[in-house]
């Protein structure tokens, strides 16, 4: 599970991001990473029986991202990210293609997986399957349990335009707009806090499962 301790970091940290109050309090960042660390450990031990390609040696500091910010481009010069994320794939968190993450953040936590920020080919190739296999998207997608887990597909990043080689009346042209093709589910700090936290993560990466099949065979 997530410990209190972990999540009162972040909530401090976002109170006070700044290197003088990171570095007074480095050690609460490193009890919080390896509390992190342990839980990835678990749901890592689990996923791999779930999705043969995640192999069950991957290592969790390879799938928990920094806490430190880019801020090279950034308006927003704070360092430090208040958050963990980890991301699970073949490779960990620099994975190309379909993934799992995992978002910690006290009252803003959430799960979700799929294709996020494609590269060109990835994206033609995924907007490709879904115009050739309809009925294997939508078989995904329109699941009973899928939708009652996420809902629908996210739909922040769109085309306002239609893709170039779709027709406007194309049936699932809103889907083809689409730049991103996630799926993700709010978690409460409970869910994370409870005893059986890594279940709950899990139950989740079982519903993203098969869109995170069906993507993969797109951008094979």
């Known amino acids: 599970m997530i410990k209190s301790k972990t999540f009162d970091f972040l909530s401090h940290l976002a109170a006070n991001n700044n290197r003088t109050w990171f570095n007074a309090h480095k050690e ?8 992190v660390m342990e839980f990835t ?3 890592i031990a689990k996923m791999c029986k779930i999705d043969s390609t995640i192999p069950p040696e991957l290592d969790p500091k ?3 991202m920094r806490i430190y910010r880019d801020i090279r481009f950034s308006k927003d010069k704070t360092p430090y990210k208040t958050n963990f994320g980890i991301g699970i794939s073949p490779t960990g968190k620099n994975f190309y293609g379909p993934g799992y993450y ?3 953040q006290p009252e803003q936590s959430f799960l979700a997986g799929g294709c996020w ?3 060109p080919t990835q994206l033609k190739a995924i907007r490709q399957e879904i115009d050739y296999n309809s009925l294997g998207f939508h078989k995904v997608i329109d699941s009973g349990s899928f939708k009652n887990y996420f809902g629908s597909l996210d739909t922040q990043e769109k085309l306002k335009t239609v893709p170039k080689g779709y ?3 194309h049936p699932d042209i809103n889907y083809l707009k689409l730049k991103n093709f996630t799926a993700s589910h709010f978690l409460l ?9 890594v279940e709950k993560v899990i139950e989740g990466f079982v519903e ?3 869109f995170i099949a069906f993507l993969r065979n797109a951008v094979a």
């Open 28 to 35: 609460s960042h490193d009890v919080a990473r390896d509390n």
């Open 41 to 43: 450990l678990a749901i």
């Open 62 to 64: 390879h799938c928990i």
């Open 102 to 104: 995992l978002h910690i």
């Open 117 to 119: 920020m494609p590269e």
């Open 167 to 169: 027709d406007k009346d």
């Open 189 to 197: 700090k409970s869910d994370l806090q409870n005893a059986n936290a």
């Open 208 to 210: 993203l499962y098969p």
